[in-house]
């Protein structure tokens, strides 16, 4: 069965440095998103990206964020300038379609921020 | 605005025992509502959404608007049934569906 694979599955780096999360979807779904989880925490929105657009983000991705899906394969997110605050697990998911509201998710990469 | 609580961050039973975990929800217009699973180092995966209406792992969930809640029951617990479960909520639009939003999760533990 396909699934959303995402690497690397923990990463360590110091605060200030630059971080790229890889993802790759399920092939034929439309729908790509970013979701992270903060120790203890919920599992929060970061953004959606449909079309080769963000089609929302939520307020915690701010300048220091982006996404990308530069081959038609891979979906990342870059963190350009870590702070401890973005220690996270960070986690992928996809969507086959508009027909339905179901997330199939990656194993998700752990950011730890030093 | 959209929110979805769960008001137990823990919940123990027994096995053997019937385990409701709640959710409530606020939401302007015409949600989906989900749960979602996630086993001991292994991914979040779906469990079930309201609009199938169907059983999964012995699991049932009923969307109740006028209470705004989507209550998780299983008549009686096993001790595979041990996980966090997050109660979810999409949007619904007339032709999509909006991003989820996931509530803090309920992390049940079946005692054997």
């Known amino acids: 069965e396909p699934e959303v694979t995402q690497t690397p599955s923990h990463q360590v780096t110091q605060m200030g440095q630059e971080v790229i999360l890889r993802c790759v979807p399920i092939s034929n779904h439309l729908y790509f998103y970013w979701y992270r989880q903060i120790l203890g925490q919920k599992v929060e929105f970061l953004v959606s990206f449909y079309n080769n657009e963000i089609s929302e983000k939520s307020e915690i991705f701010d300048d220091q964020f982006s996404v990308e899906r530069p081959d038609g394969s891979n979906f990342t997110l870059k963190i350009r300038s870590t702070k401890l605050e973005d220690s996270a697990m960070y986690f992928c998911?996809?969507?086959?379609?508009?027909?339905?509201?179901?997330?199939?998710f990656g194993e998700g990469s752990r950011l730890t921020v030093l | 605005a959209q929110r979805v609580t769960q008001p137990e961050k823990l919940l123990s039973v027994f096995k053997g025992a019937p385990v409701e975990l709640k959710c409530n929800y606020s939401y302007s217009g015409s949600p989906e509502l989900f749960w979602y699973v996630q086993y001991s180092r292994q991914r979040l995966q779906l469990l079930l959404r309201h609009i199938s209406r169907e059983s999964i792992k012995g699991f049932t969930a009923d969307l109740n608007k006028g209470e705004t809640s989507f209550h998780l029951k299983k008549p009686f617990a096993q001790e595979e049934d041990s996980a966090m479960y997050y109660c979810?909520?999409?949007?619904?639009?007339?032709?999509?569906?909006?991003?989820?939003?996931f509530g803090p999760g309920t992390s049940l533990s079946v005692i054997p």
């Open positions: 979810a909520l999409s949007g619904r639009r007339r032709t999509s569906y909006d991003k989820v939003i």
């Open positions: 998911a996809s969507r086959p379609s508009h027909n339905t509201g179901e997330l199939f």
